[in-house]
């Protein structure tokens, strides 16, 4: 899947209140108490356990997926492409091609990300994971879905783990301008059936700072609070609530869009749009259009790369 060089059973319980939120008492996301690297791993928390499959398929469940963990694959995107085009039987899927799956990988050997970056993932020290669905609304306007995406994962990170997260177009999670999260999201035509998206998402949560990239960031580097760094507590929420904002936005498109220029720190920001043939335009962000481009000095940019300038 994707940055570059990466129910419990029904009823809360009492690490889980009723909200599906993890617990709270935590400062306002605005102002964050930074920690330094390694503090905060508290008793069963912060560790790089591995993922409790068989609670995260009951959590998944709840809202509708059907979600696996598996130890490694070579690309959570690629693996659920394969399911979706009825190429991986391996695990006999019926004719519905695995909708409203999920795939949880510990490991990925050739994950990708956006502007086909690498996105690498050590065990335990991330979560990495791919959904597949159908969306209810026209193909043209699935180019929104990872701004859509993006405006639910920076939401759930600013609440549970109190990190002040920000989002640069189009959905890059950061901190700091140091990249916390990396989405993908891919069309897969399938025959006979609706066009299916591949939702694939990348999160550091316990890498340490040797183990990323520079321009890259964790949850742990990041300060965030003890609850957020079970990783199998964290990805339950992210899945509840990105499945809420996918039903919000298939019922009310415009609502969605004018969400994400809300909380989009590239809007209003003087950027570098940095071009495929290596060119860069420096301007102005003003606006995303309906088509998801963002516009800088009133010209629409799709595949290029925004640095944020100070």
Not at 2 to 8: L, T, V, Y
Not at 255 to 281: F, M, W
């Amino acid at each position: 899947m994707p940055p570059s060089k990466e129910p419990a059973p029904a009823g809360p319980s009492p690490e889980q209140p009723a909200s599906g939120k993890l617990p709270s008492g935590k400062p306002s996301p605005a102002s964050p108490r930074a920690r330094p690297a390694g503090e905060g791993r508290f008793s069963s928390v912060g560790t790089r356990e591995p993922l409790d499959a068989a609670r995260l398929a009951a959590r998944a469940a709840a809202v509708g997926l059907d979600l696996t963990v598996v130890e490694e694959t070579d690309s959570t995107n690629a693996a659920l492409a394969r399911i979706a085009r009825g190429e991986d039987t391996a695990r006999g899927e019926d004719t519905a091609r695995g909708r409203g799956r999920v795939l949880v990988a510990e490991r990925q050997t050739a994950g990708r990300g956006r502007l086909d970056r690498s996105w690498e993932s050590r065990p335990g020290a991330g979560l990495t994971v791919s959904l597949l669905l159908q969306p209810r609304l026209p193909m043209s306007l699935f180019g929104w879905l990872p701004m859509v995406v993006g405006t639910s994962l920076l939401a759930t990170l600013r609440e549970v783990a109190a990190v002040p997260a920000v989002l640069k177009w189009p959905n890059d999670v950061l901190v700091d301008d140091a990249k916390l999260a990396g989405i993908l999201v891919e069309v897969v035509q399938v025959p006979l059936s609706s066009p299916s998206v591949i939702i694939g998402f990348g999160l550091n949560v316990m890498a340490e700072r040797d183990e990323l990239p520079e321009r890259s960031t964790s949850l742990l580097l990041s300060g965030a609070l003890p609850a957020a760094l079970d990783r199998t507590e964290l990805l339950g929420v992210v899945l509840a609530d990105l499945v809420g904002a996918i039903t919000g936005w298939e019922a009310d498109p415009q609502a969605a869009r004018a969400e994400y220029l809300r909380v989009c720190a590239t809007i209003g920001r003087r950027v570098r749009v940095e071009l495929p043939d290596g060119s860069a335009v420096l301007g102005t962000a003003t606006d995303v259009d309906p088509d998801g481009r963002l516009v800088v000095n009133g010209r629409p940019y799709s595949a290029a790369d925004i640095v944020h300038l100070r």
